[in-house]
């Protein structure tokens, strides 16, 4: 079975500076999906980024980035320019490309922005 | 694109009582539906997956008379607690999936039994 760890239950950053979340996956699978979604007190999971894994090319959106290193089986996410709307908690999850749709999380990285 | 809504946001109710959760995919048809139930602090716990027209496939340890759930249409998914006790209360989220394999989730509902 899949599993997805975030190693760091808790991050803080200042505002404007950069941000690093790690997520590490264990699968058999060559084919595959990766995700970050980001939680805030609101409670409302929000994708942030989406990566197919036979793309080598790195996800990004806008301010949000990942490294993906397949072969170390790594998905870190890269949040630039940290605003105080980025404080949440973010989850890593994979997903199967065949068979089952569902999502594997990890336990969640809570990030807190200081102004 | 890709919003799914949840009814109600939150419920309050008796025990032994039965409560009917909703979520709908607003502007896209989804293949698949999920329903995840979250504790404070802690990651999303999958409860079942609900493909329109077939029964839902629950997750070990989910009771399925207790938490019933129907995919009437491509568009709505409906999660019934039936006879709630306190130990039910919790954040209850679901989620649609799309053809690109995405999952959008709602906005959750709390339910509080008492």
């Known amino acids: 079975a899949q599993t997805v760890t975030q190693s760091q239950p808790e991050m803080s950053v200042q505002e404007a500076e950069t941000v690093t979340l790690s997520c590490t996956y264990d699968t058999s699978e060559s084919d595959y999906y990766l995700f970050w979604y980001k939680q805030p007190p609101s409670r409302q999971m929000i994708l942030v980024i989406r990566q197919e894994a036979y793309k080598q090319q790195n996800a990004t959106e806008n301010r949000f980035s990942v490294n993906f290193q397949k072969a170390a089986k790594s998905f870190s996410l890269k949040i630039s320019d940290s605003q105080l709307g980025d404080a949440a908690m973010y989850f890593c999850a994979y997903r199967s490309a065949g068979g089952s749709e569902k999502l594997v999380f990890g336990k969640g990285t809570k990030l807190t922005v200081n102004p | 694109g890709a919003v799914v809504s949840q009814h109600p946001s939150w419920v309050i109710c008796k025990s032994g009582t039965s409560v009917k959760i909703e979520c709908r995919s607003l502007d896209f048809q ?83 039994v008492l």
């Open chain 2, 30 to 112: 989804a293949t698949t539906m999920f329903w995840y139930r979250q504790f404070p602090k802690q990651s999303l716990m999958l409860m079942a997956t609900s493909n329109e027209g077939s029964k839902a496939t629950y997750e070990q340890g989910v009771e399925k008379d207790k938490f019933l759930i129907n995919h009437a249409s491509l568009t709505l998914s409906t999660l019934t607690v039936t006879s709630a006790h306190p130990e039910d209360s919790s954040f209850y989220i679901c989620s649609a999936s799309r053809v690109e394999d995405t999952q959008y989730f709602g906005p959750g509902t709390r339910l509080t």
